[in-house]
Nanobody
Framework: QVQLVESGGGLVQAGGSLRLSCAAS????????KAWYRQAPGKQRELVAS???????NVAVAVQGRFTVSRDNAKNTIYLHLNSLKPEDTAVYYC?????????WGQGTQVTVSS
């Protein structure tokens, strides 16, 4: 069984930065697709960034140039680096792993950006 625990959210002023972490507990052996999603109030959950088992990353157009995704395989952790934050980035951010055909979601961490 895999559990994902996010941390690092909070309240920040526009233009500020945060780093979100997602640590996986349990046994992960082999390739896994990992990603960050976000869901703002009244909106659908959307993909923000992803990183494949080979290390290829992809970032949504809305956050390109401001957000990056990285990983630490030894710690089974992925990170989302949020820079130049805007009020429209306010959302609950979720990490997601696809491992051996099973979806795993974290509990979410709130990011609030004040103007």
């Amino acid at each position: 069984q895999v559990q994902l625990v996010e941390s690092g959210g909070g309240l920040v002023q526009a233009g500020g930065s945060l780093r979100l972490s997602c640590a996986a507990s349990g046994s992960i052996f082999g390739p896994a697709y990992k990603a960050w999603y976000r869901q703002a109030p009244g909106k659908q959950r959307e993909l923000v960034a992803s990183i494949t088992s080979s290390g290829n990353t992809n970032v949504a157009v809305a956050v390109q140039g401001r957000f990056t995704v990285s990983r630490d395989n030894a710690k089974n952790t992925i990170y989302l680096h949020l820079n130049s934050l805007k009020p429209e980035d306010t959302a609950v951010y979720y990490c997601y792993f696809l491992y051996r055909g099973t979806d795993y979601w974290g509990q979410g961490t709130q990011v609030t950006v004040s103007s």
